[in-house]
Nanobody, 123 residues
Framework: QVQLVESGGGVVQPGGSLTLSCAASVSDHMYSFNNMGWYRQAPGKQRELVARIRYNDNTNYGDFVKGRFTISKADAADTVYLQMNSLNPEDTAVYYC???????????????WGQGTQVTVSS
């Protein structure tokens, strides 16, 4: 199985910065990393993609990011970081880490989710 541990949420003032991290613990060596990213869900809204990074370092971002956030991954571990700058109150949401792993020789795809971490942007 794959377990995700998130950290870095909190309260920040408008214009401030936060860094979220997500570390995967993989207990079955038949899993191989495909991609990992962050989604967010604000009250009354649908969950949306924030940023995602693939095994080959290709990235994609939600349209609302507009250059404010940067996703990166550690070289030696299945750990992803999301640096968020110029935060505004509209960024307030629960942020969820999601990882996709391939399994076995047939490369079936499996999604795993973290528990979520609250980000609140408020003065």
């Amino acid at each position: 199985q794959v377990q995700l541990v998130e950290s870095g949420g909190g309260v920040v003032q408008p214009g401030g910065s936060l860094t979220l991290s997500c570390a995967a613990s993989v207990s079955d060596h038949m899993y191989s990393f495909n991609n990992m990213g962050w989604y967010r869900q604000a009250p009354g809204k649908q969950r949306e993609l924030v940023a995602r990074i693939r095994y080959n370092d290709n990235t994609n971002y939600g349209d609302f990011v507009k250059g404010r956030f940067t996703i990166s991954k550690a070289d030696a571990a299945d750990t992803v970081y999301l640096q968020m700058n110029s935060l505004n109150p509209e960024d307030t949401a629960v942020y969820y880490c999601k990882a996709m792993y391939e399994y076995g020789f047939v490369l079936s795809m499996h999604d795993f989710w973290g528990q979520g971490t609250q980000v609140t942007v408020s003065s």
